[in-house]
């Protein structure tokens, strides 16, 4: 990996895709634009995106996602035995279909911009995942850059679905098995073309403590059959730690947060991340990515009995908001953090992606633009003091 300064700025991912963009890949989707014809577009969109993170002072950047509809569910491009499918294509195999869309409607959830990658027939890689992304990222770029992947337990979860799935895989176990492949081999190809940093996404493992039946089967339908949280934690390990394990020199981390697809802070989870720490701890990774920029992600305290034990990727600012936080507040949330990391020991970047899903963005790219530039500035300011 290239020299890291202190306190480095990241972004976990995503960046909002502009209009031009969602109606490419909509053509590109329904076989009206060929890959070719879709590539240089998002080639055009994923140079702004690197464009506004450089200036805004990012040190380890991302393509901003802009080639996905969403983070993890292009992988159905990429892997064969998938289908696409939309929620309002699930409903019909939902066993309550009207409670369901009830639900959906309280939680602010779009069924139809929100997809999911469904496991229909057995699966097989067709060819590296994020590939195209990290060679077009590592082109256009100096600094260091961050490839984002779905987690193992995220992309099991989130494919099997029971009325589609059980024929070619009877078990959600099953699956996992062949998602672990498709993954480890992935991170080996990423590895060998010098990305510095590869994140996992994780961010239903709050669900299994924290949600119930229908908030967890709308984004992993899965879940709706899940067993006692501690089997499903236990599970999330296993398959992260298989993905990884005997794998050095790059940099791994796992996303955690509480939903990222409404601004209706009351429609997202809530509660600390106590009882997930003990399990992200036996993760094979270097960095815990995890939002703190909002309070629904509870105190900080909770990593008293885990000091300095892994790196972390702090959220100093909400995706999801206008205001943009200042250096200052910025400043006094890392200084909490540091009772319980080491200065080296702790990255800066949101608590989210700022456009998840492709025809939902969180916020606009001036203020995403304008949080990472506060941002950086407070990294400024922290360089000067702990330096």
Same mark, same amino acid.
């Given at each position: 990996?290239? /020299?890291?300064?202190? &306190?480095?700025?990241?972004?976990? =991912?995503? @960046?909002?895709?502009?209009?031009?963009?969602?109606?490419?890949?909509?053509?590109?989707?329904?076989?009206?634009?060929?890959?070719?014809?879709?590539?240089?577009?998002?080639?055009?969109? $994923?140079?702004?995106?690197?464009?506004?993170?450089?200036?805004?002072?990012?040190?380890?950047?991302? /393509?901003?996602?802009?080639?996905?509809?969403?983070?993890?569910?292009?992988?159905?491009?990429?892997?064969?035995? #998938?289908?696409?499918?939309?929620?309002?294509?699930?409903?019909?195999?939902?066993?309550?279909?009207?409670?369901?869309?009830?639900?959906?409607?309280?939680?602010?959830?779009?069924?139809?911009?929100?997809?999911? %990658?469904? $496991?229909?027939?057995?699966?097989?890689?067709?060819?590296?995942?994020?590939?195209?992304?990290?060679?077009?990222?590592?082109?256009?770029?100096?600094?260091?850059?961050? +490839? %984002?992947?779905?987690?193992?337990?995220?992309?099991?979860?989130?494919? @099997?679905?029971? =009325?589609?799935?059980?024929?070619?895989?009877?078990? +959600?176990? /099953?699956? $996992?098995?062949?998602?672990?492949?498709?993954?480890?081999?992935?991170?080996?190809?990423?590895?060998?073309?010098?990305?510095?940093?590869?994140? &996992?996404?994780? %961010?239903?493992?709050? !669900?299994?403590?924290?949600?119930?039946?229908?908030?967890?089967?709308?984004?992993?339908?899965?879940?709706?059959?899940?067993?006692?949280?501690?089997?499903?934690?236990?599970?999330?390990?296993?398959? #992260?730690?298989?993905?990884?394990?005997?794998?050095?020199?790059?940099? &791994?981390?796992?996303? +955690?947060?509480? =939903?990222? @697809?409404?601004?209706?802070?009351? +429609?997202?989870?809530?509660?600390?991340?106590?009882?997930?720490?003990?399990?992200?701890?036996?993760?094979?990774?270097? !960095?815990?990515?995890?939002?703190?920029?909002?309070?629904?992600?509870?105190?900080?305290?909770?990593?008293?009995?885990?000091?300095?034990?892994?790196?972390?990727?702090?959220?100093?600012?909400?995706?999801?908001? /206008? !205001?943009?936080?200042?250096?200052?507040?910025?400043?006094?949330?890392?200084?909490?953090?540091?009772?319980?990391?080491?200065?080296?020991?702790?990255?800066?970047?949101?608590?989210?992606?700022?456009?998840?899903?492709?025809?939902?963005? #969180?916020?606009?790219?001036?203020?995403?633009?304008?949080?990472?530039?506060?941002?950086?500035?407070?990294?400024?300011?922290?360089?000067?003091?702990?330096?």
């Amino acid at each position: 990996m290239k /020299d890291t300064k202190l &306190f480095p700025v990241s972004v976990v =991912g995503s @960046w909002s895709r502009p209009p031009w963009l969602v109606q490419a890949l909509r053509k590109r989707q329904a076989g009206e634009l060929s890959q070719e014809e879709f590539a240089k577009i998002a080639d055009e969109a $994923a140079l702004t995106a690197i464009k506004y993170q450089e200036d805004a002072g990012v040190d380890i950047v991302t /393509d901003g996602e802009q080639r996905r509809d969403n983070f993890y569910s292009f992988v159905v491009d990429k892997i064969s035995g #998938m289908k696409l499918m939309k929620l309002s294509d699930l409903l019909d195999y939902v066993k309550d279909r009207a409670s369901f869309e009830e639900v959906l409607r309280a939680l602010d959830v779009p069924a139809f911009a929100i997809k999911s %990658p469904i $496991a229909i027939e057995k699966i097989s890689q067709r060819g590296p995942l994020a590939l195209d992304e990290a060679d077009f990222l590592l082109e256009h770029t100096t600094r260091q850059t961050k +490839v %984002p992947l779905p987690g193992p337990y995220l992309l099991t979860k989130s494919s @099997w679905f029971e =009325g589609l799935s059980a024929s070619a895989y009877p078990s +959600v176990d /099953d699956l $996992a098995k062949d998602v672990v492949k498709v993954l480890r081999q992935e991170v080996l190809t990423l590895k060998e073309r010098g990305v510095d940093f590869i994140q &996992f996404d994780e %961010p239903t493992l709050t !669900q299994v403590v924290y949600g119930d039946e229908a908030t967890e089967t709308f984004m992993c339908a899965a879940l709706g059959t899940r067993r006692d949280p501690t089997e499903e934690l236990e599970m999330a390990v296993d398959l #992260m730690n298989q993905t990884v394990h005997g794998i050095d020199g790059v940099k &791994f981390g796992v996303h +955690v947060c509480r =939903g990222n @697809w409404s601004r209706k802070e009351e +429609v997202l989870l809530k509660g600390n991340y106590g009882p997930i720490l003990p399990y992200l701890m036996e993760m094979e990774v270097d !960095q815990l990515v995890l939002e703190f920029a909002t309070p629904r992600a509870g105190e900080m305290e909770v990593f008293k009995e885990y000091k300095n034990e892994k790196e972390i990727g702090l959220g100093v600012v909400n995706p999801r908001t /206008d !205001q943009v936080e200042a250096p200052e507040e910025i400043v006094e949330r890392v200084k909490e953090a540091l009772n319980y990391f080491e200065p080296e020991q702790v990255y800066l970047n949101p608590d989210c992606g700022f456009g998840t899903f492709a025809e939902r963005p #969180m916020n606009t790219p001036e203020t995403a633009y304008l949080k990472l530039k506060s941002v950086a500035k407070a990294a400024e300011i922290l360089r000067k003091e702990y330096g």
